[in-house]
C-alpha cells in the first residue's frame, strides 16, 4: 500500500514505521469471549433467579445527581492545546477503573435484533441513568460489513449533540491515522463505543452502565463479524477484555474478544496531550494491520483482494 509520508511525518510516527514481527509472533489468546466468563454465568443466573423482566427501565434515582460531577483533569496538560470538552475524560492509566461487573443484568433479546431494529433499540433505550440526561444516543458509524472495528469509550459532548462517535478534534486524529492504512469510517471501519450515551460532566461510565449498555456493543460486534478490533483507551480495553490491566500491559499482544482478535491502544483524546505516544499508537495500529493479515491467510484471501485497507 502506499503510505502517505507527509501525512505519517506530520503524525510524528515515522520514526516507527517498520515491521513488528517478533510483537505479532508473540499472539496470546489470553481472554475467553466475556459471555462464556464465570462471572458473566454468574450474573445471568443471578439475573435468572430473580427473574427481572426483559428489559427493566431505569428508574430516575436521587443518586443519578452524584454522577454529575465535573471532568477531572488528565495530568500534565497544563501546556496542550484547548480541547473539546469530551477531551477531558480520564483516558489515562491513572486510577485504575475495576470491572468486576457486581451488576445483575436481566437476559435480553438484544442478541436477535438485526441492524434497524438494534438502533432503535438503543435509540429508545433506558436501560440505565444515563439516558436521562443524553441529547442523542451514539450508536455507531461506519461499514456495517467492515472487516476493521475501533471501539471507544463513551461518547463526549459534541457526539452527544451529533449522535456520531468521535467527531472532535480526537475524532479527527483518529481518522488520519486511519487514513495512513487505507481505512476509513467512510468505507471500511466500524466505529462504536462501549457506552452508547454521554456520562454526565464526562464522568468514567459506572459499573451497572457498562453492564447494561454492553449487549448492544456485543451485538454489534455480532453483526459486522470484524476480523479484527482496536480497542482505544484503558477503558474500552478494559470493559472488552474484563480486566484491569494498564494499557501499558495490554498493549502488544493479540487478546481476544468473542473470538476476533483485539488490539489494544491509546485513545486518541490522549494521545493529543500525549505526543510522545503518537509512535505507540501507530505501532498498536501496525499489530493490527498484521494480525488483520494473518486474519486473512487463515481465511485463504489473497493479498490485494481484502476489504480493509493496508
Ligand atoms: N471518546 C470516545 O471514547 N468515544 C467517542 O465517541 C468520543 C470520544
Aim: glycine residues 6%; contains cysteine.
Amino acid at each position: 500500500m502506499a503510505l502517505d509520508e507527509s501525512l505519517i511525518e506530520e503524525l510524528g510516527i515515522g520514526p516507527i514505521w517498520v515491521q513488528r514481527g517478533a510483537v505479532a509472533a508473540s499472539t496470546t489468546r489470553e481472554v475467553e469471549a466475556a459471555a462464556s466468563t464465570p462471572v458473566a454465568a454468574a450474573i445471568l443466573a443471578e439475573a435468572q433467579s430473580n427473574q427481572a423482566p426483559a428489559q427493566t427501565p431505569h428508574e430516575p434515582t436521587p443518586t443519578a445527581a452524584a454522577h454529575t460531577e465535573a471532568p477531572r483533569e488528565a495530568p500534565g496538560e497544563s501546556d496542550a492545546a484547548p480541547l473539546d470538552a469530551y477531551d477531558d475524560l480520564p483516558w489515562t492509566d491513572e486510577a485504575p477503573v475495576h470491572f468486576a461487573p457486581a451488576v445483575a443484568v436481566a437476559p435480553d433479546d438484544v442478541h436477535t435484533l438485526d441492524w434497524d431494529a438494534l438502533a432503535e433499540r438503543v435509540a429508545n433505550c433506558q436501560r440505565c441513568r444515563l439516558c436521562e440526561r443524553r441529547t442523542n444516543t451514539v450508536f455507531g458509524v461506519g461499514d456495517r460489513e467492515a472487516d476493521w472495528m475501533l471501539i471507544g469509550e463513551a461518547p463526549g459532548e459534541n457526539e452527544d449533540k451529533q449522535g456520531e462517535p468521535f467527531v472532535g478534534q480526537a475524532g479527527k486524529l483518529l481518522d488520519n491515522m486511519l487514513r495512513t492504512l487505507a481505512l476509513s469510517r467512510q468505507s471500511n471501519v466500524y466505529i462504536a463505543n462501549v457506552i452508547k450515551c454521554r456520562p454526565p460532566g464526562n464522568r468514567n461510565p459506572e459499573l451497572d452502565e457498562v453492564a447494561r449498555c454492553e449487549l448492544y456493543l456485543q451485538r454489534q460486534v455480532e453483526l459486522v463479524k470484524p476480523k479484527v478490533i482496536v480497542a482505544m483507551g484503558r477503558f474500552a480495553a478494559q470493559s472488552l477484555l474484563k480486566n484491569e490491566a494498564s494499557i501499558a500491559s495490554m498493549r502488544g499482544r493479540v487478546h481476544e474478544y468473542r473470538g476476533v482478535p483485539v488490539i489494544v491502544t491509546y485513545h486518541p483524546a490522549y494521545l493529543l496531550r500525549s505526543l510522545q505516544d503518537k509512535s505507540k499508537a501507530w505501532a498498536d495500529l501496525c499489530l493490527a494491520r498484521n494480525t488483520y493479515r494473518d486474519a486473512l491467510a487463515a481465511l485463504g484471501v489473497e493479498q490485494g483482494a481484502e476489504k480493509g485497507g493496508v
